[in-house]
């Protein structure tokens, strides 16, 4: 068994077993923690399978509203993936994305019309919007890149005792979950403007009032999950860091523990 001194204390250093049943815990518990947001997507697909019997007038509205948001003038153009050659999520109807490189929203508009009005929001967070709202667009990648970062840090090994002075990486380690959770508002708060901005060209546009309240309902669905990937996310984090502590911190000696109890009284 080796050990480490700290503080005039004798600390036992964990064993690569340790180590590995650590890992094994902390990867376990981080699944079941993310395991819901597997279900929590459903109401999405459902409902958006259902609006599909109101395309034709989504889809009316929708290219109206991309002219009449003055996106088109911009150069935003739709890209209507039920023609695609490749068999992906946006070319079945389940999937639709603004690709900021080329201003082009990838949908397909035979099925998913009612998912364009947010992918035109997230145009005009790209293209037209002040107050650095563009830029939250921007730290989407940055944004994951944390998250998955906070994910590899929780599961290093702890060399340190509890106590011992904190680095810079001791600081990243100790904090990963909250850190992982941070990151990711930006990517929601994006997708809730992109959403308000979505239903306010479809209320330009004329669609009528139910078909906005469906809209409405879908949109909130879909923020759900973003919302729940975020707290989740960071949730799982913070649980795998907390097994790793348990099971690499090295663990004050007994001995060490007497000898205080003994210099004390
Ligand atoms: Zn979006």
């Known amino acids: 068994m080796s050990s480490v001194i700290y503080n005039g204390n004798e600390y036992i250093t964990r064993t690569p077993l ?14 079941a923690i993310l395991s819901p947001l597997a279900y929590a997507g459903k109401p999405f697909e459902n409902q958006l399978k259902r609006e599909e ?6 889809k009316d509205y929708f290219t109206r509203a991309l002219h009449d948001s003055g996106l088109y003038d911009k150069g ?3 890209i209507p993936a039920q023609y695609s050659l490749v068999n992906n999520d946006y070319k079945l109807g389940k999937n639709a994305c ?24 997230h145009a005009m967070n790209d293209l037209m919007s002040k107050y650095g709202v563009k830029y939250l667009a921007k730290m989407r990648g940055i944004g ?15 060399t340190k005792p509890k106590g011992a002075p904190r680095s810079f990486t001791d600081i990243i380690e100790d904090n990963c979950g909250k850190i992982a959770f941070i990151g990711m508002l930006p990517i929601v708060a994006e997708e809730y403007i992109a959403s308000k901005r979505g239903l306010k060209l479809a209320k330009a546009s004329g669609l009528s009032e139910p078909l906005i309240n469906n809209m409405k309902k879908l949109y909130q669905k879909a923020l759900l999950t973003y919302g729940g990937r975020a707290v989740l996310g960071g949730l799982a984090v913070y649980a795998s860091r907390k097994i790793m502590d348990l099971f690499t911190r090295p663990k004050l000696a ?12």
Do not use: C, W
Not at 53 to 58: F, G, L, S, T
Not at 147 to 158: D, K, V
């Open 18 to 31: 340790n180590e590995f049943e650590g890992f094994m815990l902390a990867t376990a518990a981080s699944g």
């Open 53 to 58: 019997v109101n395309n034709k007038i989504y």
């Open 76 to 78: 935003v153009r739709i």
């Open 98 to 121: 603004y690709i900021p490189k080329s201003n082009e929203v990838v949908i397909n508009t035979d099925k998913i019309s009612i998912a364009g009005f947010h992918e035109l929001g």
């Open 144 to 158: 994951y890149a944390i998250a998955g970062l906070m994910e590899y840090f929780a599961i290093f090994s702890r």
């Open 254 to 265: 007994e001995t060490s523990q007497s000898f205080i109890n003994f210099s004390r009284n």
